[in-house]
């Protein structure tokens, strides 16, 4: 084939290539100037319309609903209605552990079974981070409790024996003082109110107890941060607690939950919204979070359980398509797990005060048993008869005692010994730790650590259950055999 005969063969096919090439154009030049469209940003948009629409505050105020999830079981979270609890108010100023002091302050508290004659048959059940003093339903308020089939006639606290007091703590936002009260000058605190730590949460609570005459608590009980304030009311208050449950808890935070408790605070600040914690007359930063409570969400479960309910499976279109593999992905929430999450952010944004996540998760971040932390606040515990002074080389104490239940660690931590040091307050109270061998949030090993350190701090009384299952560190909220069964046997 000569010269000519090639290039009228190759100019033959160019009309051809030159149309293909242009309908290839045409197809790249719409699908660059069609507009992409993103429903999960939208949602913060259209959020963000219905609190203008409806006020933020009347909606939180009113909403009483329990949050739920259809997919699996989930801890319920209600707003109370401030006629479904008992309020008692301090007048008197409250020193804080950071040098701050409140003018006065109120706790929120409800109440369940009788107060007997002597008033020595009371549990105070610490809570976590965002629970209300609603533990179980009442009269006042039927609605279900964070803590529901724990409380109650034969159930882990039997009210057929016991008195049990719920509060919310310093810092919340359900009937408690917190950042979002008024002051005295009748101005909001927000970013105002003072760094609180774990201990002052626990000194407001005994408050209470002072003023319903309890002078000695039959145990004090609680789990997540909870377990972190049945702890410090040992340490305070030796002689006016008979036992202590903590469980999925720790004596001191671990970098890793710092971490991740700042993540979240990180997300949250970051919203316009939040505007340095002064948005009360304003639009709350509902965005950030939701964000916060989605990170959290994946510390509170397990990726074992996580893999049972949801796996790799899609999400139904709203078309009322079933998930197809096959079908194009987005950039919005295409798997079960993401919408799961999306769920849970979605269900507690408006539910609970930022600035209360803020500073209550902050208090978790400082909580610190080891000697030196302790001596550094100058802290101090409250007995009857002269304190024993805290010192490192305390006699009492004695190499840490192996275990059955559980494997001794490879090497114990270099802070090891200045926490039994600093828990030596607690030797003479029995007490119960509970662990999760799922839990990321409160890893096993930190109550291992707990009870290795209580043992070497000479306590004798200190009984320690490791549970398995998938749900982590909530399983405290959903485990009612095992959880439930070991504190009604301690209890009882």
Same mark, same amino acid.
């Given at each position: 084939?000569?010269?000519i005969?090639?290039? $009228?063969?190759?100019?033959?096919?160019?009309?051809h290539?030159?149309?293909?090439?242009?309908?290839?154009?045409?197809?790249?030049?719409?699908?660059?100037?069609?507009?992409?469209?993103?429903?999960?940003?939208d949602?913060?948009?259209a959020?963000?319309?219905?609190?203008?629409?409806?006020?933020?505050?009347?909606?939180?105020?009113t909403?009483?609903?329990?949050?739920?999830?259809? $997919?699996?079981?989930?801890?319920?979270?209600?707003?109370p209605?401030?006629?479904s609890y008992?309020?008692?108010?301090?007048q008197?100023?409250?020193?804080?552990?950071?040098?701050?002091?409140?003018?006065s302050f109120? &706790?929120?508290?409800?109440?369940? /079974?009788?107060?007997?004659?002597s008033r020595?048959?009371v &549990?105070?059940?610490?809570?976590?981070?965002?629970?209300?003093s609603?533990?179980?339903?009442?009269?006042l308020?039927?609605?279900?409790?964070?803590?529901? +089939?724990f409380? /109650?006639p034969?159930?882990?606290?039997?009210?057929?024996?016991?008195?049990? &007091?719920?509060?919310?703590?310093?810092?919340?936002?359900?009937?408690?003082?917190?950042?979002?009260?008024?002051?005295?000058e009748?101005?909001?605190y927000a970013? =105002?109110?003072?760094?609180?730590?774990?201990?002052?949460?626990?000194?407001?609570?005994?408050?209470?107890l002072?003023?319903?005459?309890?002078?000695?608590?039959?145990?004090?009980?609680?789990?997540?941060?909870?377990?972190?304030?049945?702890?410090?009311?040992g340490?305070?208050?030796?002689?006016?607690?008979? @036992?202590?449950?903590s469980?999925?808890?720790?004596?001191?935070?671990?970098?890793g939950?710092?971490?991740m =408790?700042?993540?979240?605070?990180?997300?949250?600040?970051?919203?316009?919204?939040?505007?340095?914690?002064?948005?009360y007359?304003?639009?709350?930063?509902?965005?950030?979070? +939701?964000?916060?409570?989605? &990170?959290a969400?994946?510390?509170? =479960?397990?990726?074992?359980?996580w893999?049972? =309910?949801?796996g790799? @499976?899609?999400?139904e279109? +709203?078309?009322?398509?079933?998930?197809?593999?096959?079908?194009?992905?987005?950039?919005?929430?295409?798997?079960?797990?993401?919408?799961?999450?999306?769920?849970?952010?979605?269900?507690?944004?408006?539910k609970?005060?930022?600035?209360?996540?803020?500073y209550? $998760? +902050?208090?978790?971040?400082?909580?610190?048993?080891?000697?030196?932390?302790?001596?550094?606040?100058?802290?101090?515990?409250t007995?009857?008869?002269?304190?024993?002074?805290l010192?490192?080389?305390?006699?009492?104490?004695?190499?840490?005692?192996?275990?059955?239940?559980?494997?001794?660690?490879?090497h114990?931590?270099?802070?090891f010994?200045?926490?039994?040091?600093?828990?030596?307050?607690? @030797?003479?109270i029995p007490?119960?730790?509970?662990?999760?061998?799922s839990?990321?949030?409160?890893?096993?090993?930190?109550?291992?650590?707990?009870v290795?350190?209580l043992?070497m701090?000479?306590?004798t009384?200190v009984?320690?259950?490791e549970?398995?299952?998938?749900?982590?560190h909530?399983?405290?909220?959903?485990d009612?055999?095992?959880?439930?069964g070991?504190?009604r /046997?301690?209890?009882?």
């Amino acid at each position: 084939m000569n010269l000519i005969t090639r290039n $009228s063969f190759r100019l033959r096919g160019l009309p051809h290539r030159l149309s293909s090439l242009t309908s290839l154009r045409q197809h790249a030049t719409c699908a660059t100037t069609a507009t992409p469209t993103f429903p999960c940003v939208d949602a913060h948009a259209a959020r963000e319309s219905r609190i203008l629409a409806s006020s933020f505050y009347r909606y939180s105020q009113t909403d009483t609903r329990a949050s739920s999830s259809d $997919s699996g079981p989930e801890p319920p979270y209600a707003r109370p209605n401030p006629l479904s609890y008992n309020t008692y108010h301090h007048q008197y100023p409250l020193e804080l552990t950071y040098g701050s002091t409140l003018p006065s302050f109120d &706790i929120a508290y409800e109440t369940w /079974g009788i107060l007997s004659p002597s008033r020595d048959n009371v &549990i105070l059940l610490h809570t976590g981070l965002s629970a209300s003093s609603h533990a179980a339903s009442t009269e006042l308020n039927p609605t279900e409790g964070w803590w529901e +089939k724990f409380i /109650g006639p034969g159930r882990a606290l039997d009210t057929n024996n016991f008195f049990v &007091i719920c509060t919310n703590v310093l810092g919340g936002c359900y009937g408690s003082t917190g950042p979002s009260s008024l002051d005295p000058e009748g101005q909001r605190y927000a970013t =105002r109110f003072p760094i609180i730590s774990i201990f002052d949460m626990v000194q407001a609570q005994f408050k209470l107890l002072d003023h319903l005459g309890v002078q000695k608590l039959y145990a004090s009980v609680g789990s997540s941060m909870g377990g972190m304030q049945s702890l410090a009311a040992g340490w305070l208050f030796p002689d006016r607690v008979g @036992k202590i449950v903590s469980i999925s808890g720790t004596a001191r935070s671990s970098p890793g939950s710092i971490a991740m =408790r700042h993540a979240q605070r990180s997300v949250l600040m970051a919203d316009s919204n939040w505007n340095n914690g002064f948005y009360y007359d304003n639009l709350p930063p509902h965005t950030g979070m +939701k964000l916060a409570r989605q &990170i959290a969400t994946i510390t509170y =479960r397990s990726g074992p359980e996580w893999d049972q =309910r949801f796996g790799r @499976k899609l999400r139904e279109l +709203k078309d009322g398509q079933s998930p197809s593999p096959s079908r194009s992905p987005t950039l919005c929430p295409d798997f079960l797990i993401e919408t799961y999450l999306d769920h849970q952010g979605e269900q507690f944004c408006l539910k609970y005060d930022a600035n209360s996540l803020l500073y209550i $998760s +902050k208090a978790m971040d400082l909580f610190d048993l080891t000697l030196p932390a302790l001596q550094e606040l100058a802290m101090t515990t409250t007995t009857h008869a002269p304190p024993s002074p805290l010192t490192s080389s305390s006699s009492s104490r004695q190499s840490p005692v192996p275990s059955k239940s559980h494997p001794p660690p490879l090497h114990y931590a270099p802070h090891f010994p200045e926490l039994s040091a600093g828990l030596e307050p607690l @030797k003479s109270i029995p007490i119960l730790v509970l662990g999760v061998q799922s839990d990321i949030l409160f890893p096993v090993e930190q109550q291992r650590e707990l009870v290795d350190a209580l043992r070497m701090a000479g306590s004798t009384q200190v009984s320690y259950f490791e549970l398995g299952g998938v749900w982590g560190h909530d399983t405290f909220l959903l485990d009612v055999l095992n959880v439930g069964g070991a504190v009604r /046997g301690f209890l009882s």
